[in-house]
């Protein structure tokens, strides 16, 4: 009996300790950063682009909306162009999957479209 104790003991203690590695590692991974500001310039004037402590942009056009437009695309390419080279790598593969499955369709079709194979 004292040595299940022991045993479920030293379970529940190793469970906690892992759990707050977890936790630590967790909140050291997704821990705010320090708001980062930048200046753009945009066709009519210029833009300030304040990123909070999460990463999320706020952008302030100095003289019109289009600017501000100008400023959002920008934010958008720039998050966008992180994953770009593997969906082009994703892209290529499937193109030449497709161009594999097509070729051998020719080579089957070109095989039964003999007269002397067909039978009506």
């Known amino acids: 009996m004292k040595k299940i104790l ?3 003991a030293y379970f529940i203690s ?3 300790v892992l759990g707050i590695i977890l936790a630590a590692s967790l909140y050291f991974y997704y821990r705010p950063t320090d708001p980062k500001t930048m200046t753009l310039d945009a ?7 304040t990123s909070d402590s999460f990463g999320i942009p706020h952008i302030l056009a100095l003289k019109d909306d289009n ?3 100008y400023a959002l695309g920008y934010m958008h390419e720039r ?3 992180r994953p770009a080279p593997l969906e082009e790598r994703t892209f290529a593969a499937l193109r030449r999957r497709l161009a594999d499955q097509r070729a051998q369709r020719g080579r089957a ?6 007269s002397s194979a067909r039978t009506w």
């Open 67 to 69: 600017d501000a437009y």
């Open 79 to 81: 998050d966008r162009l």
């Open 14 to 16: 190793t469970v906690i």
């Open 6 to 8: 022991k045993i479920t």
């Open 43 to 49: 066709p009519n004037g210029q833009v300030i682009i």
């Open 109 to 114: 079709s070109s095989l039964n479209s003999t």
